[in-house]
């Protein structure tokens, strides 16, 4: 029996893009191999974490194995071998973005830390009483509170630009609300979401027009789009690794270098001083000045590690795959009765937000689990965006490189399962 699924190998790529070896990829995927509920596991939570090549894996074991020492202080062999690795992963980093200079990247937690970063420092010196930030109505916890607590210190206010049904933002609202006291506005690449896509590069010409700054949360973006900050002409761009195929604990903020130089420290400790006496204390140069204590030295290597393996498959194919799937999915849910789809945006990118006519989400992805199919429900951290939809929660099956049709043909005969067990 020929199942939708089986066609993709038959598929021809699109013209100008290499086609994904799907299956030779997924072997570099150790945790896809295995079974759940006595089912093969279907991965569709890459939104909330991707899965990690075992590139990845290796080359952190490799660090602790060999290399593994404190960086930037010691004299001794290792310490140099580490801290030559860790900026060796700078440079990876800055060449994904297409930064102009390494010290335009510094490393954080994730895209969580450095909108924080921005926030404590940027937002500190440059936002007061009467300033205002704005943020889309699509935004996920992490590009809201800490514009947040900003206006709530700085008196500044929060301005929120709306998106429509389709889950696009509406840019003339946008542009409306931009004035001589917008300090800056915070928006997300890719919606957690509703997968939209939003045109950066326009809403950066409306910001720069105005005089503010953009600051893009990138977390949803950096695993499946080409990414070149200087096109975009973003002021500030967030990531995470362990969303972009790498390890957990470990992102990036990229900031334009004269925007870095100008804004005051952030948090203080080691590394980020030349010299501390209790009469002056001078801090280091960027990015050193934003990366107080010991870094993780060993994440930065494993995300290193994760973006060479991305580009070695290509962006473009890896665009490519996920469209083709975005495209399939979106075609397959609207045949399950009942389901409606959450953000219908032209632009999408590798996630589906979906709920079932009477069924809970949580019931939803618990049933699913029973099959051996991993979605994420819930709010998604981005309840300003339900609640833009009237609904406290949704489903969301989310992609990666290793997702096939196979396994959104496994998710519609999941949720024919969630319907003989709802009744
Ligand atoms: N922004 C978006 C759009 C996200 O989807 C997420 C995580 O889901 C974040 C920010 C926060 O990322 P992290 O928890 O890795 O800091």
């Not at 089912?39 to 939104?47: I, K, N, R, S």
């Not at 909330?48 to 290399?67: F, G, W």
């Not at 390494?102 to 490393?107: C, L, N, T």
Request: glycine fraction near 10%.
């Amino acid at each position: 029996m020929t199942t939708v699924g089986d066609e993709q190998s038959a598929q021809t790529s699109p013209a100008g893009g290499k086609a994904l070896d799907v299956d030779r990829l997924r072997e570099d995927f150790p945790i896809l191999d295995q079974e759940l509920s006595g089912q093969p596991l279907v991965y569709l939570d890459t939104a909330a974490t991707s899965q990690k090549p075992r590139c990845v894996l290796e080359a952190i074991a490799c660090y602790y194995e060999n290399d593994n020492s404190n960086i930037h202080r010691g004299v001794h062999t290792l310490s140099a071998r580490a801290t030559a690795a860790y900026e060796a992963a700078r440079e990876t980093v800055r060449s994904f973005l297409g930064a102009r200079e390494a010290a335009e990247i510094v490393f954080v937690r994730g895209a969580t830390e450095a909108i924080n970063l921005v926030a404590g420092s940027f937002g500190r010196a440059k936002v007061g009483e009467g300033d205002e930030i704005v943020v889309s109505e699509m935004e996920h916890h992490s590009n809201i509170v800490p514009w947040q607590i900003l206006c709530e210190e700085s008196g500044a206010r929060l301005r929120v630009a709306p998106i429509d049904e389709r889950g696009e933002l509406l840019l003339e609202e946008l542009e409306k609300m931009l004035g001589p006291r917008t300090r800056l506005v915070a928006v997300a690449h890719v919606s957690n979401a509703l997968g939209t896509v939003n045109p950066v590069r326009e809403i950066a010409r409306m910001v720069h027009d105005c005089g503010a700054v953009l600051l893009v949360d990138g977390a949803q973006a950096a695993a499946h789009l080409a990414l070149d900050v200087r096109e975009l002409d973003c002021d500030f761009y967030a990531f995470s690794g362990h969303k972009t195929y790498g390890p957990t604990g470990i992102g990036a903020l990229y900031g334009k270098s004269e925007l870095l130089r100008e804004m005051p420290p952030w948090q203080g400790g080691g590394e980020m001083v030349l010299s501390v006496s209790f009469e002056e204390t001078i801090y280091n140069e960027v990015p050193h000045k934003f990366e107080a204590g010991t870094p993780n030295v060993a994440g930065a290597i494993g995300l290193a590690a994760a973006i060479d393996y991305l580009a070695g498959l290509g962006i473009e194919s890896v665009r490519r795959h996920e469209s083709d799937l975005i495209a399939y999915s979106e075609e397959a849910l609207l045949a399950v009765p009942g389901l409606s789809l959450i953000g219908r945006p032209r632009d999408k990118c590798a996630v589906h937000s979906f709920v079932l006519d009477g069924i809970h989400p949580h019931d939803v992805g618990t049933i699913l689990d029973g099959e051996g199919i991993a979605i994420r429900t819930g709010h998604h951290c981005a309840q300003p965006t339900m609640k833009r939809f009237g609904l406290p929660a949704t489903a969301r099956a989310s992609f990666g490189i290793y997702n096939t049709r196979a396994d959104i043909d496994r998710l519609v005969a999941g949720l024919d399962r969630v319907h003989e067990v709802m009744g």
